[in-house]
């Protein structure tokens, strides 16, 4: 991702009790492509006392959030935010004024089931429930879902409409609150068939918890699923950790992500790597 578009807050909408929709427009959002993934996300930069001037991979200033609906047309993009607590993002998301500029980079984007597949297995905390409820509003009327959420209160079920078959499960549990119940809900489920195609978005230890789960129980090809951290539980401790990596494990470290093979098949080989270093 490396090019920055600006946008204005039109305004913000509470969808329910910890998910609010800020509306952006205007500046030169006309400009921004969509990838055409259901999940697609972008990095945005949130203004602090000054305006917003471009994006920057940097937790400082930036945070990343799907893009839930956009309009072409209209040049404007919703982003639903899960107001959990503390955090640039959060309280942007409950302060952000009509005219507030920020900036948001290009769009990239994580699912992909395999061409002529129907079936889908979709397992989310409530970050992942925005590009959740995209996946399932793009999604044709042959395709075929299963979707577990966990949310912190009930009281943030959404409707999910889908031409698709949508058979949801909603669960009170995990989001920073308390443990997350993705990975029981893997172990006591039947594991899916080799036809069906599983997303994954939560938060990142839990993430990484589903993909062990699924590689050592349900043994499938990577390109029949894609698994991402969409926030840390503790990222002080891993920034702490990372940080105290020699020059030469930061290079082992950034040797290994091959962009010329999948995300998946990357992830085998950084996973024992990340244990070994206590990240
Ligand atoms: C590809 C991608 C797409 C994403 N899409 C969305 C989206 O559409 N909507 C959305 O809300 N988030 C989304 N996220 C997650 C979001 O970027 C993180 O939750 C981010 O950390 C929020 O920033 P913050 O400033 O609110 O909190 P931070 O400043 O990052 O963290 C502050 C504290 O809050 C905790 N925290 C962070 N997020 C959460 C959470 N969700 N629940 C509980 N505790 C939390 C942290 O552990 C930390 O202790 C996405 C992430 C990725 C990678």
Redesign the pocket.
Known sequence: MTESFYADVLGATQITPNLRRVHLGGGTIADWESTGKADE?VHVHIPGDNPAEGWEDD?DIA????I?SYDAVAGTID????T???????SWAKNCQPGDRVAISDASGFYGPPGGSTKRLLLAD??GL??VARILEEASADEEFDVIVELLDLADKIELPSKATVRAVWRVSG??RSPSALETCMSRSEAPGEDVYVWIACESAESRRARKYLRNNWGRHHTWYRI?G??????DEIMATYNSLTDEQRAAYEAIWDDERSDEANWEELEPFLAAHGL
Do not use: K, Q
Not at 63 to 66: A, D, E, K, N, W
Not at 79 to 82: A, E, G, K, Q, S
């Open positions: 996300f937790h945070r990343h959030y799907t839930r982003l639903d935010v899960v959990h607590g503390h955090g640039l993002g959060s409530a970050t925005p590009a989001n920073g991402v969409y926030w840390y539980a503790n990222l």
